[in-house]
C-alpha cells in the first residue's frame, strides 16, 4: 500500500509540473468547482480562479526541478503529497527554492483531482 501512495505521489508531481513548464492552461484538468489553491499566501477557489492565477503569473515558461516527494494516504482514499525542489525561471542564474503540498482526492474513473494546493517560495 505505502509503495502504491508513492508511486501515485511521484506520477502526479510528474505530470502537474510538465503541465505546469509546457501547458500551463492544461492545469485546469485537475481541479474541481471545490478546490483551493493558496499561493503564497493567496487564496483561491475553483477551477477559473485558480486557473487565472497560475496562467497569469509573471513568467510565461519556467523549469521545475523535484528533490523530494513525501505522500501520505488521506481518508476515503484521498492522498497527501508533499514536494520540495526549485524552479529555474528563463535568464535567471539561480534557482527559486519552493515547497508545495496537495490533497489529492479520489475520482469514480480511479484518477484523482486536486482538492488542496499549497504552494510556498523558500528564501534564505
Not at 73 to 82: A, E, L
Not at 111 to 119: S, W
Amino acid at each position: 500500500m505505502e509503495e502504491q501512495i508513492d508511486l501515485v505521489g511521484k506520477a502526479f508531481a510528474d505530470h502537474y509540473y510538465h503541465l505546469f513548464d509546457n501547458d500551463r492552461p492544461a492545469l485546469s484538468s485537475l481541479y474541481k468547482p471545490s478546490s483551493m489553491l493558496t499561493f503564497e499566501g493567496h487564496k483561491r477557489q475553483g477551477v477559473e480562479d485558480i486557473t487565472a492565477k497560475l496562467t497569469s503569473l509573471p513568467f510565461d515558461q519556467c523549469r521545475h526541478v523535484i528533490n523530494t516527494i513525501d505522500s501520505q494516504p488521506s481518508f476515503s482514499g484521498g492522498i497527501v503529497v508533499f514536494i520540495s525542489g526549485s524552479l529555474q525561471l528563463p535568464g535567471e542564474e539561480h534557482h527559486l527554492r519552493f515547497s508545495q503540498m496537495f490533497h489529492l482526492i479520489p475520482m469514480l474513473e480511479g484518477n484523482f483531482y486536486v482538492q488542496n494546493d499549497i504552494f510556498r517560495l523558500n528564501y534564505g
